[in-house]
């Protein structure tokens, strides 16, 4: 019986492992098995793997002729090429899609960047074990208030700037009517209906009164309440736009998918062969069909910069995004004006794609899930280590409740936690404390007028003393 080993310590070979004869049976001639595993060692052989860019998972650095990689799934791949004795080769890819091709064809073993665990993929090719989850996010740029004749009128509601038209008009129809009565063109001469709009108008403008209209008595109420509702509404409309001018008020940002997908035109994902915008066309969601319909395959950057000129948002992973854009987009005082909503698009595991029943997935998968386990266990533990106490702190302490306390926080998850700041109760000592301060100083003025007042007194009883005595007559004897 034959075996072929395509990795060991000399290379692929065929390998007896036993023999059978009628008189003697089955004998092996290596350890009992018949079916040894092929890939749990690769005895130093040299893979082809592939990758591409995806921070902060794989990154690439070109120093001089040397590529450098580092990252997190690259330090995963380092680990499990120790753990299985490979080492590995990438191959170039200027695409995502040139990054799945090779390893389709088995040119390379596998893709060992994070893919996200789509039903439609499974369609093309396998995944290793889900060693995480990642939440996919959209990130786009701040509105921003767009220059407009409009901006005048932003500091007063539509229902404000309605009234005072109808009022405008109100009052120069009844002025109108008035200035044509012949009993009133006969005391005051005759007034044309553009002259009485125009100095209406212009009372409302803060232009004043020509004292035509003001002239009748039978006018001084109504002119009266068109100059005081003239004043209020131009006092009013005046802070409003200084107030909006110094503070505008931006146009909302949109947090969640149903905003985003009223808002923009299209969004941009990472090329994955039409993938994600088959999963989107495919839910049973209306805004997720509605975001399927939009979407452009294209570069992480090239998506971003996308955001900034049109109205357009990117796709990816949330670290992702917070790594290019602080790296590329941000301002010195560390501001962007991109922005990534609040709202998770979708919450997937991610996994490494590889060939349709590759025979050395089970091995990178044991590899994978330790990784996961050691991780998980390092942050179950990670809380333990910071036990600052002393050793005999329980013996030490006398008070019950602050032994009660200890032995919570050692406990697994630290259910005991120190109480916040009581901020009513804080708020109140410092307006306490500000009180007894202004009473102190209200006191120190008071004894320091008083001290000067009793000063005072006493010099001008002595210059009263001194001035009756010059005044006094000398008694001689």
């Known amino acids: 019986m034959l075996v072929h080993l395509p990795y060991s310590p000399d290379g692929a070979r065929v390998l007896q492992v036993a023999s059978w004869t009628p008189t003697s049976g089955l004998r092996y001639l290596t350890p009992p098995t018949l079916f040894p595993e092929k890939y749990t060692n690769f005895y130093g052989a040299t893979i082809n793997v592939t990758a591409f860019t995806y921070e902060p ?238 979407m452009v395959e294209g570069d992480d950057m090239d998506g971003l ?36 909503g609040k709202e998770k698009l979708l919450q997937l595991s991610i996994a490494w794609p590889v060939p349709h029943d590759a025979p050395y997935t089970p091995q990178v998968d044991k590899c994978l899930r330790i990784i996961s386990q050691g991780e998980q266990s390092f942050k179950d533990t990670l809380d333990d280590l910071f036990d600052i106490a002393h050793a005999d702190a329980l013996k030490v302490i006398t008070i019950e409740e602050d032994k009660q306390f200890l032995i919570s926080q050692r406990m697994k998850g630290r259910p005991g936690a120190m109480a916040g700041i009581d901020k009513t109760l804080s708020i109140k000592e410092v307006i306490k404390l500000h009180r007894e301060y202004m009473e102190l100083k209200r006191r120190e003025k008071a004894a320091t007028a008083f001290a000067q007042a009793q000063e005072i007194a006493e010099l001008e009883s002595s210059s009263a003393v001194l001035c009756h005595l010059e005044m006094s007559p000398v008694v001689t004897a």
């Not at 505008?248 to 149903?258: A, D, M």
Request: aromatic residues 12%.
């Open 305 to 340: 910069n996308a955001a900034l000129k049109m109205k357009s948002a990117h796709l990816g992973a949330r670290l992702t995004l917070q790594q290019i854009i602080s790296r590329n987009f941000a301002k010195l005082d560390g501001t962007s004006r991109l922005y990534i």
């Open 57 to 294: 998972y794989w990154q690439e650095s070109i120093e001089g002729n040397t590529t450098r990689y580092s990252g997190t799934d690259y330090n995963q791949l380092v680990t499990v090429a120790q753990t299985l004795n490979f080492t590995f080769r990438v191959l170039p890819s200027r695409s995502w899609n040139e990054v799945t091709d090779q390893m389709q064809v088995r040119k390379s073993f596998m893709a060992t960047v994070i893919y996200p665990v789509i039903p439609q993929d499974l369609e093309r090719w396998d995944f290793t074990f889900s060693y995480d989850q990642t939440a996919g996010k959209f990130a786009m740029a701040t509105p921003v208030i767009t220059p407009s004749w409009l901006s005048f009128c932003y500091p007063l509601s539509g229902q404000v700037w309605i009234g005072v038209l109808a009022c405008t008009l109100t009052v120069c129809f009844t002025l109108v009517k008035i200035t044509r009565r012949k009993t009133w063109q006969t005391r005051h001469g005759v007034l044309s209906t553009g002259s009485v709009v125009l100095e209406s108008v212009g009372t409302l403008l803060g232009q004043g009164l020509y004292g035509r209209l003001s002239t009748s008595q039978s006018n001084h109420i109504l002119v009266g309440t068109w100059l005081f509702f003239s004043v209020v509404v131009g006092t009013a409309y005046r802070a409003s736009l200084m107030a909006s001018l110094t503070l505008p008020r931006l146009p909302p940002r949109p947090e969640t998918i149903e905003e985003l997908v009223k808002v923009i035109d299209r969004v941009t994902a990472r090329s994955s062969g039409g993938t994600y915008t088959k999963f989107f066309l495919n839910s049973e969601s209306s805004a997720f069909r509605e975001l399927g319909s939009m």
